[in-house]
């Protein structure tokens, strides 16, 4: 398929699923919510990858609903303005994804990555590569709403389930959202028990925490996920 073609099915999706959802009101803000798109981030990069990585996260986290109208530009500017570091409101979240996507292509474990403070750069170089999605289209606070979530899930789960399929990813990441999607993969075969990884046809499907949770160490997030995807790329 062609660049211009693969844009223009995305494009396509995300016009349907935003004039789908009903955006709630929000009182505070006197308005709608903003309906925040998301997915491949560079498509003529993505189609290039050696390896098509899509995350699954829970949903977009602005306060105040001010971070635009669409995650992928975001994504792929997570540079500060004024040093080599990534941006301080986005690096809880990002710098995880950011080390574990750097390791997978550079086929590299946490221990010899570079230092993202003072090298962010380099390790953001493989960010237009991926794809992310979040579950819920509109954003939240610091502490996902799991109700909302689910409830989001619940109603527009056909849309969601479409994206995936168009993004086509070889490897699935879900950071939190595991648990929407177990009966989607009917045909998933657990070939790792803990932290779980799963095989469903020719994907594999990694059931993490969410990058910005405590529970492991960025260490053993970064490399059970880094370890998971080179193994399985040297067994195709």
Not at 106 to 115: A, F, G, R, T, V
Not at 146 to 153: K, Q, S, V, Y
Not at 180 to 205: A, G, R
Request: proline share 5%.
């Amino acid at each position: 398929m062609q660049t211009k073609q693969f844009e223009e099915i995305i494009e396509d999706h995300l016009k349907r699923f935003e004039q789908q959802v009903e955006l709630p009101f929000n009182e505070d803000l006197n308005r709608n919510m903003t309906f925040i798109r998301d997915g491949i981030l560079d498509v003529e990069k993505y189609m290039a990858a050696p390896v098509k990585i899509l995350w699954v996260l829970k949903e977009p986290n602005s306060e105040y609903d001010d971070i635009g109208n669409d995650m992928r530009p975001c994504l792929t500017t997570l540079l500060s303005n004024d040093s080599n570091i990534i941006a301080p409101n986005w690096g809880k979240t990002w710098t995880p994804v950011a080390y574990a996507t750097y390791g997978i292509f550079e086929k590299m474990n946490w221990i010899d990555l570079p230092d993202i403070r003072g090298n962010a750069q380099e390790v953001l170089k493989h960010m237009p590569n991926i794809a992310h999605i979040n579950v819920k289209k509109y954003a939240g606070k610091g502490n996902a709403n799991e109700n909302e979530i689910r409830l989001f899930f619940g109603k527009y789960k056909a849309l969601i389930y479409e994206q995936i399929e168009i993004i086509n990813p070889d490897v699935i990441i879900f950071g939190g959202t595991f648990h929407h999607f177990e009966n989607y993969f009917i045909d998933k075969v657990k070939i790792q028990e803990w932290p779980p990884v799963y095989q469903s046809q020719d994907k594999l499907l990694i059931d993490t925490h969410h990058p910005n949770r405590s529970g492991m160490t960025q260490q053993q997030y970064c490399d059970h996920i880094i370890d998971a995807v080179i193994q399985w790329m040297e067994k195709r």
